[in-house]
């Protein structure tokens, strides 16, 4: 009996003080065994739970089952009915644990009970959900995930990984991430990765990989160790993804806020930063820097003439003449418009970027082939330099604009370098515009009138009407002077309408008193395309009983740069109408004898810069018998201009001229005045 309670006191302490907690209860739910572990894990009115208490429902023990369901399992030996299962606990805290219920029989009763052993795996259970977690993100993710151990092996990728790389899972497993390199990155950059992966644990940045298929990409990788609890990196995990997007996003936004869509060239933003730097480097080194200011002559008339499509195929063209034109380290940028500025570092002489602007203006003077337009413009470019002509970047622009502007009036197609005078010039100029703006109103336009004559017989052939201007404190304001102003100022298209009112109303006057031959006008290029529509030629020729021999249209080179349907089309009907066409100041364009095949010329104007010196000059006399004798074998009238002396109209007759014009038989004069030269060249009778 002893040896039996010891036994049985045995037991109790042995159950007591068992971690795992057990319950043991008879068929009625009565408990007989309820270990402390059970207690505290159950919690609630469970605490106080004493033998012979019930077990349920007061302290929630799990009741998967009945022993008469256990019992009904089968067989003799109780073992063989164990019966677990998983299920929560709602006790003093939710719990998850498992269940091992066991059936029983005891000998004083011998009635079937229950023992319950509970094992918790709540922690278990969230380390589980926790790993599965990991695998669903793992599997899941858009990222490339890589794990390597800490010598660098690759042990595990993502399917991410493949999708981004090319690469797949047996192809991966065992190698090094230098599967992956793409041959960009120096010694250095690894140096420095390896050093802050090594010091830091964790390596985050931009780098550049290699596909499979050899396709360079660039990916955003952030790099972890992981470490043992004892503290070493055993294992390193990267993360990356393909950033090509990103990077043509920026790099779209990058392009679009520093350079010109239509050119590709830097816009006025990146100018001035890279104006600023190349000052910067000067100032630190004593060095020079030259500005040069471009504006297109002639650029106008092409959007005028042949369409902006046309004039923006243009402007591209003058982007990649300039790029050939300087260096790689010189910047050409456009900043709107017809305007470009080119940026020229450390200059030694001042003489050198007058070769790089003669260049420029050559390269620029060439044909444009757009679209079957052959177009023919030019440059006008002014300079400025550090230190000489400004101390910072707004100064030099401003300064170089200033020498542009001189460049345009000294004739186009040349360029001039920033003198402190040019100042008082541009304040002229302005007020010259303001002024020329009111020139019509106030009255002081006027035709003056020179004759041209038959050379055989010295009398008058016709006559050409020059517009003057005629300032109130300037006095007479030379034509090379305001006419390219008023075109500037897109003037000129009411001006013509003016001077050709005029010519038609001179005409008339003439009649009245005898005096007849056409009168020539000159005509514009906005005219020609734009200003002035036939309806309006012939209503003003019938309102004052005039026929189109009457007139003569002189049209330089220049206004016929743009070979476009359009103006062949107006040319064309003006023919028809019956108005004679000069092609004015002769030779001295850049297509010439093309313009005599393209359009449909009468007369052709030998320019006085060949007449002035041909007497003494072997290559201008050359160049003039050359033009009479093209002329002669198209059947063309040439007029030469000029003639100044006895000797030129001496020898202009022998070369077969048959017309004249210039300071030898009169100047240019007045309407009042004109009649009366008209009557001593026999146009008139006395």
């Not at 044909?367 to 000489?388: Q, R």
Request: glycine share 8%; hydrophobic share 40%.
């Amino acid at each position: 009996m002893r040896e039996l309670s010891w036994r049985a006191d045995f037991q109790r302490v042995l159950i007591e003080t068992l971690p795992v907690p057990l319950a043991v209860e008879d068929s009625d739910g009565r408990c007989l065994i309820c270990n402390p572990a059970f207690k505290s894990l159950m919690g609630g009115r469970c605490l106080d739970l004493a033998d012979g208490d019930l077990l349920s429902p007061g302290c929630g023990v799990p009741k998967p089952t009945t022993a008469a369901d256990l019992a009904e399992g089968g067989g003799n030996d109780w073992q063989q009915r164990i019966y677990e299962t998983e299920m929560p606990v709602m006790g003093q805290d939710p719990r998850s644990v498992i269940v091992h219920q066991a059936v029983f029989t005891p000998p004083t009763t011998g009635k079937t009970g229950i023992i319950s052993v509970l094992v918790d795996i709540t922690e278990r259970k969230k380390t589980e959900e926790n790993l599965l977690l990991a695998e669903t993100v793992f599997q899941t993710a858009a990222d490339a995930i890589m794990v390597t151990d800490a010598k660098g092996v690759i042990k595990s990728i993502n399917p991410a990984f493949t999708t981004i790389t090319g690469y797949g899972l047996e192809e991966t497993i065992g190698q090094t991430p230098r599967l992956l390199r793409s041959g960009r990155h120096d010694q250095h950059f690894y140096a420095s990765f390896w050093q802050t992966l090594h010091d830091t644990g964790r390596w985050s940045g931009e780098m550049w990989h290699r596909r499979k298929n050899g396709d360079l990409y660039p990916v955003w990788e952030t790099i972890a160790g992981v470490r043992a609890p004892e503290g070493q990196i055993v294992e390193y995990v990267a993360f990356f993804n393909d950033i090509t997007a990103r990077k043509q996003a920026e790099q779209e936004i990058f392009y679009r806020a520093n350079y010109d869509p239509l050119t590709g060239l830097p816009n006025r933003s990146l100018f001035h930063e890279r104006l600023e730097q190349a000052l910067k480097q000067a100032r630190r080194y004593d060095r020079q820097v030259a500005l040069m200011f471009a504006d297109l002559d002639r650029f106008k008339q092409v959007n005028d003439t042949l369409g902006h499509s046309v004039g923006d195929r243009l402007l591209y063209q003058v982007a990649m003449r300039l790029g050939v034109c300087v260096r790689d380290t010189d910047t050409v940028a456009r900043l709107g418009g017809d305007e470009f500025v080119v940026v020229l570092p450390n200059v030694v002489e001042e003489s050198d970027v007058g070769i790089v602007a003669e260049k420029i203006i050559a390269c620029l003077v060439e044909p444009f082939d757009l679209a079957g337009h052959i177009v023919h413009i030019g440059a006008s470019i002014g300079i400025a330099l550090y230190p000489g002509h400004g101390d910072d970047s707004e100064d030099l622009v401003r300064h170089a604009d200033l020498a542009m502007y001189q460049a345009k009036l000294a004739g186009r197609s040349t360029y001039r370098v920033y003198e402190p005078a040019m100042d008082d010039e541009l304040a002229r100029q302005l007020m010259l515009e303001t002024d020329l703006r009111l020139a019509l109103e106030r009255g002081e336009l006027a035709l003056h009138f020179q004759p041209i004559i038959e050379i055989a017989t010295h009398r008058l052939a016709s006559a050409e009407a020059l517009l003057r201007w005629r300032h109130p404190q300037r006095g007479m304001v030379p034509p090379s002077e305001f006419i390219p102003l008023a075109e500037d100022m897109g003037l000129m298209r009411e001006i013509g309408a003016w001077v050709f009112e005029q010519a038609c109303q001179t005409l008339g006057n003439w009649r009245k008193i005898g005096l007849k031959g056409p009168l020539a006008i000159n005509l514009t290029s906005a005219q020609v395309f734009r200003g002035l529509p036939l309806e309006t030629v012939t209503t003003s020729l019938e309102r004052r009983g005039l026929t189109p021999d009457d007139l003569v249209f002189e049209i330089a080179e220049g206004a016929l740069l743009a070979d476009s349907p359009q103006a062949r089309r107006w040319l064309d009907a003006v023919r028809k109408l019956g108005i004679h066409i000069n092609l004015d100041d002769f030779g001295t364009g850049y297509s010439s004898l093309s313009c005599l095949k393209r359009f449909p010329i009468d007369q052709v104007k030998i320019d006085l810069s060949f007449v002035r010196d041909m007497v003494i000059d072997p290559n201008d006399r050359a160049l003039v018998e050359a033009i009479l004798a093209l002329s002669r074998s198209l059947k063309l009238e040439v007029i030469a201009e000029g003639v100044e002396s006895q000797e030129q109209l001496d020898l202009l007759r022998d070369m077969g001229c048959r017309y004249a014009q210039g300071y030898y038989f009169s100047p240019p004069v007045s309407l009042v005045e004109f009649p009366e030269v008209a009557r001593r060249l026999g146009a008139i009778a006395s």
